[in-house]
């Protein structure tokens, strides 16, 4: 009989059965035909039971049939205690899902191989150095020349291939007006072939691609892009599209799922890195270089060749560094190449979210094994229940290995339906947290496919949660001693050691997790109520491309249009608005001097802008209309301390880096955030919209913002209005997005809001789970030694001594958690201290309220089970026994 | 005391030979012509007929069938796959061997 067969009687059982049972009844009769004397070949038969079980044992897989029997035995058990398994079940759920989901994640963002041939012969060039303002930084993107120098001299260990850093650009299919976005790569020719990819349609770019700066204007789509916007028209193949003035052949689409490599932005279309205008520049720092290292090749040998290319490079370019101090330039040719593993791809976000998803990684760990704790518990407490039913099994002859497998089975349904539950959970939450950190300027696109990597994690996670929860109350109850629980006298001494140390290491792991929420909670607060210095009320920002750069006349004339649009309190212009990450930096000069050490940052802005932003005017006055960058500055209070030791600045000269036209400072305004709410203000000038050269000739701009301060509450109710006003006065004006300020500063602090939401959900999750496993093991105690409460209280003991009785063995075990735990949180403290923001670890109120609540949910767990002891009736308990 | 009836291990060989001289025989059958072709010395021990017809059919080398005896009982019964022919032959000059082996030394000693 094959094992299928075998595995299907398995859920024939009973008819097995039956079928052996008849066969030998028709022995019976066919002797008894035959005039013999029925219990005489009963007897000669031996004992029916045993040929049938060790019949039945051939026709069916021994284990496979306990294992069915264990199945259905503890599906049984489950069903009857169904409070305490819903419990179970729920809260394990919660922190499967959670870990699963966490898992996706960190898996799609930092851990899932780039879809490529040999993903894991990539590297990503890195240069480490000590940044200007002296602290150690790192970045990855190169100038093209440098890039295409080292490119020949390693050509025979690696073959290198430029990536620019994906853009987010306008284009469009047809004409002007039906402008859309996409996100664009330019790379080098030779990239496709290297990763080893193949097109659905059309060709793909190859070296050849990418010879002749601006001579080849082809374009290749991902196919998620040509399936989303296309349908997966082959007919797209040939057609053209228009960006940057430049008009582009689509040559072909690549294979599924490549889509550049970035985790956390997709790219739609792929161009030569050679048309991308910057090839020639050694001063635009633009694009990647992912090294592919020949097999055998050694790393360190060709770092050093790389670096000593890179120093020479940078050398060269320095002799013509205008301004720049000695050490300065020695700083900044003081850098070292790293080359970074990059299996899974390159990108900022990598950066930004590395430590965030790490940390809330570890976070949904503690909860998981916060957990299993509770469970282990409650199966813990359940074991001992069942003791006298462990024993008698053990009586009848059932061995350890037995017993150890009907308590895991039982463990593993509990697991299974918490894991289904849990992967439901997953599913859900994954996507959730992309769509909490995507702001609509920066969305986060990330593949979050449910495949073999994700169920396999699953699985594994079921499993350890199987052995973690299960296995200690597996073995407790199979190392049952019969003689003793059988009596009913087991030793009441012996029990609690395991209990009472799986809730110490609950409430440590609680206070961990409730002390990093309160920190990043403390962040988050910190950051959102950090003084702006100007108002962001009602301001929306319209940012602004234009086909062909204008000059300020005619963006004033576009200005004047807006602000005669009903509801608009105000209109400015400004290059870029507050918090979108642009920034101009250079050197400042004063007196004629060499330039200083320190960076100041540059804004152009149009006069009336401070007073749309509601910037405080603390010295001076505002631009007039008629005055120029160069020319004319508003400078911050930090720009005042920093370059003239906090002196009233007003009517002085600055140089903007080496030798130029002076800018003479005009007025003094308040700190305000320029870029990042995250870094200390900067010394920040604001200059002039109107721009000249050194000729005199006035300068253009490409692209700028208006910003609007609106009568209305909501600014965005003239969103439209506003897009069809600039549609109307002028026709080559084009308005790219709309934001609004408040927005802008909302998208500042995403990452601390997501981390101060989630680490606040997992401490509420922790703090329950653990009320609610101290819970169950006070009132488990009570009811264990309610006989010798009833005694107790019968010979004359006081309520409180009975309180104190019950409650003080696992309140020293809540007070050794929480010290274990305020020692981890130091521990942990330099795991996440790049996470928050002017929040001391060692404030008092930081370790206070953790430890406030975890006491304050302890006492809240023990009240009933105290209730509940001194209320035993002794006359009744006494009798009862 | 040795018992001159046991079947000191052929049982698997008299089940197969029987089965290929007459298939479709029940339990009881196989047992009555075990006895019967032996001239009624040798007798199959009922308690570990079942046992071993069940173990040979695990092992593919017989096939069991219910057939109808009359309206209210079946009989269950056995024939010889093509692998417990190949099986039968096996043993039986598997039980030669040894025979002939043990006759010699009975010969010589």
Known sequence: ?????????????????????????????????????????????????????????????????????????????????????????????????????????????????????????????????????????????????????????????????????????????????????????????????????????????????????????????????????????????????????TVYQIVGVVQAPFTGTSPGTMTDVFLPAMMSGKTQRDDAAWMRTIARVKPGIAIAPLQAKLNAISHAFEEERAKHFVGMSKIQTARFLAETVILEPAAAGASNLQGDYRRSLLSLGVLVVLVLLIACANVANLMTAQASARAREMALRVSIGAGRARLVQLVLVESACLAL????????????????????????????????????????????????????????????????????????????????????????????????????????????????????????????????????????????DVADRLRGVPGVEKVAIAGWAVFTANSMNNFISLHGEPPGPVLAYFLSVSPGWRETMRLKLIAGRDFRPDETTPGAALVNETFAREYFNGENPVGKAVLRGGPAAPFWIVGLVADAPYRSIREPILPVAYVPFRQVDSAGAPGSYGHASFIIRTTGANPLALAQTMRLEVARARSDFRVSSIDTQEELNRAQTLRERLLAMLAIFFGCVALLLATIGLYGVLDYAVLQRRREIGIRLAIGASGGRIVRLVTVGVFSMVAIGAIAGLALGFWSIRYVEALLYQVKATDVSMLALPSLILFAAAFLAAVPPAIRAVRIDPVAMLRAE | MPRTDSLQGALDLLVLKILSRKPGLHGYAIMSAIKERSGDVLRADEGSLYPALHRMEEAGWLRAEWIAKDQRQRLRVYRLTPEGAKQLSTEQSRWQTVTSAVNRVLRTV
């Not at chain 1, 008849?22 to 070949?41: K, N, P, Q, Y």
Request: hydrophobic share 45%; with cysteine; net charge positive.
């Open chain 1, 1 to 245: 009989m094959s094992l299928w067969s075998r595995a299907i009687n398995l859920f024939r059982g009973e008819r097995v059965s039956r079928e052996i049972e008849e066969e030998l009844a028709t022995h019976v009769t066919e002797g008894i035909a035959e005039g013999r004397d029925a219990s005489e070949i009963r007897k000669a038969l031996g004992p029916a039971l045993q040929i049938r079980e060790e019949s039945r044992d051939l026709r069916i897989i021994p284990w496979l049939d306990s294992l069915r029997a264990d199945l259905v035995f503890g599906c049984r058990q489950l069903v009857k205690r169904r409070v305490t398994s819903t419990a179970s079940i729920l809260s394990l759920a919660l922190a499967i899902g959670s870990c699963t989901a966490a898992f996706r994640l960190i898996d799609a963002m930092l851990l899932r191989p780039l879809p490529v041939k040999n993903p894991e012969h990539l590297y990503d060039l890195t240069r480490h150095l000590i940044g200007f303002d002296g602290k150690p930084a790192s970045y990855d993107l190169w100038a093209y020349p440098a890039f295409r120098r080292m490119r020949d001299a390693v050509k025979d260990q690696a073959e290198l291939i430029a990536i620019s850093s994906t853009l987010t650009v306008e284009l469009t299919y047809r004409s002007d007006q039906e402008m859309e976005k996409a996100n664009l790569d330019y790379v080098s020719g030779g990239m496709f072939d290297s990763f080893g990819l193949r097109p659905v349609a059309g060709r793909l770019l190859s070296a050849s691609d990418d010879l002749m700066p601006g001579a080849h204007p082809y374009a290749v789509l991902s196919h998620d892009y040509w399936a989303r916007r296309f349908g997966k028209d082959p007919n797209v193949v040939g057609r053209t599209l228009r960006t940057d003035d």
């Open chain 1, 417 to 556: 339906l918490a894991s289904a539950l849990g992967g439901l959970f997953a599913w859900w939450a994954a996507p959730l947290v992309v769509r909490l950190i995507s702001s609509p300027g920066k969305p986060v696109q990330l593949l979050l496919p449910a495949d073999w990597r994700v169920f396999a994690f699953g699985l594994l996670l079921t499993v350890a949660v199987i052995l973690l929860f299960g296995l200690a109350p597996a073995l407790r109850a199979s190392g049952v001693k019969p003689a003793g629980a059988l009596k009913g006298c087991a030793d009441p001494h012996a029990r609690p050691r395991l209990i009472h140390g799986l809730i110490a290491v609950q409430v440590a792991f609680s206070f961990l997790i409730l002390f990093v929420a309160g920190l990043f909670v403390a962040t988050f607060d910190r950051l959102s109520n950090r003084p702006m210095g100007f108002s962001s009320d009602r301001l929306l920002v319209l940012n602004v491309v234009l086909s062909r750069p204008q000059q300020a006349v005619v963006w004033d």
